[in-house]
C-alpha cells in the first residue's frame, strides 16, 4: 500500500554532512509513523530516528542524538534524516521504514515498522 524510496546516500569525510529523503507513493503518509534504521556489514539491523504522523517529538538512538535530526513534510509525502559530525562508524545502509499503527511511541523495533524502503548507502571515510 505504500511504496518508499530513499535518496541522499554517498561518500563523504568524517566531519561532513548528508540529508537523506525518504519520498513515498501509493498512500499519503500523514497518516504514519517514520523512522530511519541502518545496518552495516556483518551487524543487525539497528534504530535511528523515529517520528510521529504529526511531526512532533521527535526521538533518536544515543548513538546519533545531537548529531542527526529527523523531520517530515507531509505536502511533499517526504521524511527527511539531517546527518551532521558523520563518523566511520555511521557508514551502513540506511533505510526508511513507515507503519500506520499508532501504539506507544517511540517506536524503535524492526517489527514496529510494516513498509521499508530498498535503503540508500551512505560511507563516511576518515
Known amino acids: 500500500q505504500v511504496q518508499l524510496v530513499e535518496f541522499g546516500g554517498g561518500s563523504v569525510q568524517a566531519g561532513d554532512s548528508l540529508r537523506l529523503s525518504c519520498a513515498a507513493s501509493?498512500?499519503?503518509?500523514?497518516?504514519?509513523?517514520m523512522g530511519w534504521f541502518r545496518q552495516a556489514p556483518g551487524k543487525e539491523r539497528e534504530f535511528v530516528a523515529t517520528i510521529r504522523a504529526t511531526g512532533r517529538s521527535p526521538y533518536y538512538a544515543d548513538s546519533v542524538k545531537g548529531r542527526f535530526t529527523i523531520s517530515r513534510d507531509n505536502a511533499k509525502n517526504t521524511v527527511y534524516l539531517q546527518m551532521n559530525s558523520l563518523k566511520p562508524e555511521d557508514t551502513a545502509l540506511y533505510y526508511c521504514?513507515?507503519?500506520?499503527?499508532?501504539?506507544?511511541?517511540?517506536?524503535?523495533?524492526?517489527?514496529?515498522?510494516?513498509?521499508w524502503g530498498p535503503g540508500t548507502q551512505v560511507t563516511v571515510s576518515s
Open positions: 501509493g498512500r499519503t503518509l500523514m497518516n504514519y509513523r
Open positions: 521504514a513507515a507503519t500506520y499503527q499508532t501504539t506507544a511511541y517511540p517506536s524503535t523495533r524492526e517489527d514496529d515498522y510494516r513498509y
